[in-house]
Each structure stands twice: as structure tokens, then as C-alpha cells.
């Protein structure tokens, strides 16, 4: 695996740093954010999408169907990956987006309080997704889950 400074993405006021890991034929797009405050993660799940759309020219392949959002709310982790029908054939670039101080904030939270934040982030996803037009280009379906790919839902 090697780690390369990819590419720097604003998100408003934030600016996300893109580090790259390749092994055999995938490359993981990674970065990590210390930022809260819901607005600031609005914005940068946001370019989250944003960075995942511009590489879709080169990343679909042949069984693509969706755009998959995946929510570790442990981890408090974005991934977003393009697959297949089966949801076991992911696309050569894939992206993962870690909040860290967010983790923290999570683990303090009752299991309502960190579903209600899951649903406001899949809210936030498909409002940006419904104003892409870069995303509209393509035929992809946009998914999203937060504990298994068995259990996604449509954005």
C-alpha cells in the first residue's frame, strides 16, 4: 500500500485532505475530520459525495447499479463505493471519510439519539444528491446503510 496526497476538496470553510492507498487493483481514498458542529458535517459529507461523483466517469463498471453510502456509527466513518447488484463487487475507487472527534461525541449519546443522527445524515445526503447534477449523469442508484449491505435504503 502506498499513502499519496491525492487532492484537497473545499467543503465551504473546510478544506478536506484526500490521501491515497492503493492495493493490487483498488485505490481507497481516505481522509479524516476533527470537525462537530452539524453544519461543518453537513458540508463535509457533502464533499464526501462530491469527490465520489467526479471520479464516477472511471469508476463505473459494467455490473454498477449503485452509488453506496455506508454509516459506521462506531466508527464514525463514511465509505462510499460503487457496486454491483449484489452489493459484492465494489468498483475500483472507493472512498472513506473518518470524523474522529465525532466518534467520541457519538459513544457519549443514547442508541435513539445515534439513530436520530444517522437519519440526519442520510437526510443530508439525499438533499445533496437530489441537486447534483453531475450525479444525474449517471444511471446509478444511490443506497445507503449503517449496519449491513443486506439492509440498504434508497436515497
Same mark, same amino acid.
Not at 473545499?10 to 481522509?31: C, G, R, S, V
Not at 446503510?145 to 434508497?154: G, I, Q, V
Given at each position: ?39 461543518d458535517a453537513q458540508h463535509i459529507f457533502e464533499a464526501c459525495a462530491e ?9 463505473i463498471l459494467d455490473d454498477s447499479l449503485y452509488l453506496l453510502f455506508e ?13 454491483? *447488484?449484489?452489493? /459484492?463487487? +465494489?468498483?475500483?475507487? =472507493?472512498?472513506?471519510? %473518518? ?7 457519538? *459513544?457519549?449519546? /443514547?442508541? +435513539?439519539?445515534?439513530? =436520530?443522527?444517522?437519519? %440526519? ?6 438533499d445533496y444528491l437530489a441537486s447534483c447534477t453531475a450525479f444525474f449523469s ?18
Open positions: 500500500m502506498t499513502g499519496l496526497a491525492c487532492s484537497i476538496i473545499p467543503a465551504d470553510k473546510i478544506m478536506l485532505i484526500w490521501n491515497l492507498q492503493q492495493t493490487d487493483n483498488k485505490t481507497l481514498y481516505t481522509t479524516s475530520v476533527a470537525e462537530t458542529s452539524d453544519n469527490k465520489a461523483i467526479q471520479m464516477l466517469n472511471e469508476n454509516w459506521n456509527t462506531d466508527q464514525a466513518s463514511l465509505n462510499i463505493v460503487v457496486t454491483d *447488484a449484489s452489493k /459484492t463487487h +465494489d468498483a475500483p475507487h =472507493s472512498f472513506c471519510c %473518518t470524523f474522529s472527534s465525532l466518534a467520541i461525541e457519538l *459513544a457519549r449519546l /443514547t442508541e +435513539d439519539q445515534r439513530e =436520530s443522527y444517522t437519519e %440526519t445524515i442520510k437526510f443530508w445526503l439525499h449517471y444511471s446509478l442508484v444511490a443506497i445507503f446503510h449503517s449496519n449491513s449491505r443486506k439492509n440498504t435504503e434508497l436515497l
